[in-house]
T-cell receptor, first 110, second 116 residues
Framework: EDQVTQSPEALRLQEGESSSLNCSYT??????LFWYRQDPGKGPEFLFT???AGEEKEKERLKATLTKKESFLHITAPKPEDSATYLC???????????FGAGTTVTVRA | GAVVSQHPSWVICKSGTSVKIECRSLDFQATTMFWYRQFPKQSLMLMAT?????????EQGVEKDKFLINHASLTLSTLTVTSAHPEDSSFYIC????????????FGPGTRLTVL
């Protein structure tokens, strides 16, 4: 069974204080690893897809990286508007379902 | 691009009634749509997968007679919660994907269901 573990559970940052979120996974053949952002009471918003170890993707202050066992989401010089829950999900080669981690809730204080 | 809408955004109903939730892909044709539920401070749990014109595939433990899914067109899927009870109260979110490999799922804004 696919497993996704995210850490830490919660992260409180000062504005401008860079940090990283971790997503560890086990999957029987990775098709893709996805990062989503979810605001309270809203559906997840797609951020990145990573397909192979060594791949990196960036969007504004966010950068996602992938190894064979984990992915990191780096937040550089965060702003209060980056406060959200960040979800990691894996998609296996054998099917198209997403298995989600529990998420990391990031709070950025001004 | 890749916008998914849900209606209603929230609904309150009495125990024993049925509730229908619509999920629409607004600017693309969704070959596959997914339905999830999310309890407070928990992650998304997949309930079922639907492909246009065929029966939905339900995850283990999800009652197909209670959660009726219809995917009548490439832009519309509906979830009907039949004979709803308070334990069905949750946040229901749909997602839509296009293409043969159902790569990226784009999510709707969610529907908050409260059963009294």
């Amino acid at each position: 069974e696919d497993q996704v573990t995210q850490s830490p559970e919660a992260l409180r940052l000062q504005e401008g204080e860079s940090s990283s979120l971790n997503c560890s996974y086990t999957v029987s053949g990775l098709r893709g690893l996805f990062w989503y952002r979810q605001d309270p009471g809203k559906g997840p918003e797609f951020l990145f897809t990573l397909y192979s170890a060594g791949e990196e993707k960036e969007k504004e202050r966010l950068k996602a990286t992938l190894t064979k066992k984990e992915s990191f989401l780096h937040i550089t010089a965060p702003k209060p508007e980056d406060s959200a829950t960040y979800l990691c999900a894996v998609q296996a080669v054998v099917d198209y379902k997403l298995s989600f981690g529990a998420g990391t809730t990031v709070t950025v204080r001004a | 691009g890749a916008v998914v809408s849900q209606h209603p955004s929230w609904v309150i109903c009495k125990s024993g009634t049925s509730v229908k939730i619509e999920c629409r892909s607004l600017d693309f044709q969704a070959t596959t749509m997914f339905w999830y539920r999310q309890f407070p401070k928990q992650s998304l749990m997949l309930m079922a997968t639907s492909n246009e014109g065929s029966k939905a595939t339900y995850e283990q433990g999800v009652e197909k007679d209670k959660f009726l899914i219809n995917h009548a067109s490439l832009t519309l899927s509906t979830l009907t919660v039949t004979s709803a009870h308070p334990e069905d109260s949750s946040f229901y979110i749909c997602s839509a994907a296009a293409g043969e490999y159902v790569d990226t799922q784009y999510f709707g804004p969610g529907t908050r269901l409260t059963v009294l």
